[in-house]
């Protein structure tokens, strides 16, 4: 078990930020901006691209699926996003982007034999994770695969990112944290600054509410930093976040986990000479530090 949790923290750090260049990629921005986005800020199309999969939802069920974003906050950008593009008309502008990106990542690279192989096999880890009760992967997979290696390629890293998503928002509320909980108790074990946290738009006093709350149970001390039942706690929900994803990487096999971790590598460095991705995200991916026994 403890194998494959740690294979799943493994292959989330591969594939996490290409999947998250769709969010921050000039391309994506040029895309959001063609179909009518303010790109000004990077909501409107965040929430198109993220959301667009769900179909026309309004703001509950965008609140209730993102989680850590206040409702207020949803509510400026849904269900106004599709008043600027349909649903159907977003899925196909974020192909476009990604196309666009990863072609300008790797050139001659992107239709080679490498990438044929990595789509190949992320594929098949997409099609093995369990899509019960995880809303978010299942529309992403719902919406079948692109016939181009590079786009499949992205289109699985989705689903994977998205199905332990939905698994770590189940061992978020297994702990008792409400989403500015959430947060709070992430920010206090030093994955990111509060200050990074601010576009999901929870107030001031909504905020040291929720930190109060966490001091209550013994998760924070008075400074806002995690106490050492804090950490155990926020260790544990990394664990079964961790054990919720393992199931498509146990179909996969670890040899050939560590394969497409090969495969993806050469993508995976471009993202980041780019500097497309911000020096410091909300996600703690270097912060967030698990020991298994």
Known sequence: MTQYQALARRMWHQLEPVHASLYFAPQAYEEAAALGYDVES???SYFAWRAAPLGAVGPELVTATFYSFSPRTTAEYVPAVWATAAPDKVVAARLRAVDRTFRALLGDRVG?????????????????????????????????????PHLALWQATMVLREQRGDGHLAALLTAGLDPCEALVSFAGVGAAPKENFDGRGWTAEEWSAAAGRLAERGWLDTDGNATERGRQGRDAIERQTDELAAAPWRALGAER????????HPLLAAVFEAGMLPAQSTLGIAAVQVTYA
């Open 42 to 44: 990077r909501w409107p």
């Open 112 to 148: 080679g034999p490498d990438i044929a192989e990595a789509a190949a096999l992320a594929k098949e880890a997409a099609e093995a994770a369990p899509l019960a009760a995880r809303p978010l992967a299942a529309a992403n997979r719902d919406l079948g695969w692109s016939d181009e």
């Open 257 to 264: 986990a560590e394969r497409l971790a090969e495969l993806v």
